[in-house]
T-cell receptor, first 115, second 114 residues
């Protein structure tokens, strides 16, 4: 069975600084997707960034980028120029490569942004 | 852009009552997923449907059932409610063709069982 582990229950960053959230996963599959979802206090689940396992290039979305290390089964999220609105719970998630694969989430990292 | 719609947004029920949650996926999305998120927990997968057929099943109690209708909306039926069923229930949808595995979540239904 696939598992997702987020070892940092809480993180804090100063506004305008950079922070990296860690995620590791375990799978025997070769085809899969990895995601970071943001859940602000409203509890809406917002897709931040996605990575396809077969792509070596790390995904980037504006201030958000990932460091995908397939051999190490590591998928960290870097947030640059942190903003107050980035404060939220961040979930790392895995899904199998089949198009209808359900998401398996990590326990989440609560990010605080200090002004 | 259209998003996933869930209704109701909030629901309060007594123990042993039944509840029905509804989900309207993004137009042209053919797959619907249901997740349950307890307080302080990560979302847990319950069940999914592809083209109106059940495609996968997770940790869904036998007291719960779900279906997807011809217009692609889905309903999660919950019977004999227990206190532990109090949670945020998410519906998500995705497009199999060219969807790249992305699931888009609705705002959730907050169920409180008293």
């Amino acid at each position: 069975a696939q598992t997702v582990t987020q070892s940092q229950p809480e993180m804090s960053v100063q506004e305008a600084e950079t922070v990296t959230l860690s995620c590791t996963y375990d799978t025997s599959e070769s085809d899969y997707y990895l995601f970071w979802y943001k859940q602000p206090p409203s509890r809406q689940m917002i897709l931040v960034i996605r990575q396809e396992a077969y792509k070596q290039q790390n995904a980037t979305e504006n201030r958000f980028s990932v460091n995908f290390q397939k051999a190490a089964k590591s998928f960290s999220l870097k947030i640059s120029d942190s903003q107050l609105g980035d404060a939220a719970m961040y979930f790392c998630a895995y899904s199998s490569g089949g198009s209808q694969g359900n998401l398996i989430f990590g326990k989440g990292t609560k990010l605080s942004v200090k002004p | 852009a259209a998003g996933v719609i869930q209704s109701p947004r909030h629901l309060i029920k007594e123990k042993r009552e039944t509840a029905t949650l509804k989900c309207y996926p993004i137009p042209r999305h053919d797959t619907v997923y249901w997740y349950q998120q307890g307080p302080g927990q990560d979302p847990q997968f319950l069940i999914s449907f592809y083209e109106k057929m059940q495609s996968d099943k997770g940790s869904i109690p036998d007291r719960f059932s779900a279906q997807q209708f011809s217009d692609y909306h889905s309903e999660l039926n919950m019977s004999s409610l227990e206190l532990g069923d109090s949670a945020l229930y998410f519906c998500a949808s995705s497009a199999t063709s060219g969807g790249k595995g992305e699931q888009f979540f609705g705002p959730g239904t907050r169920l409180t069982v008293l």
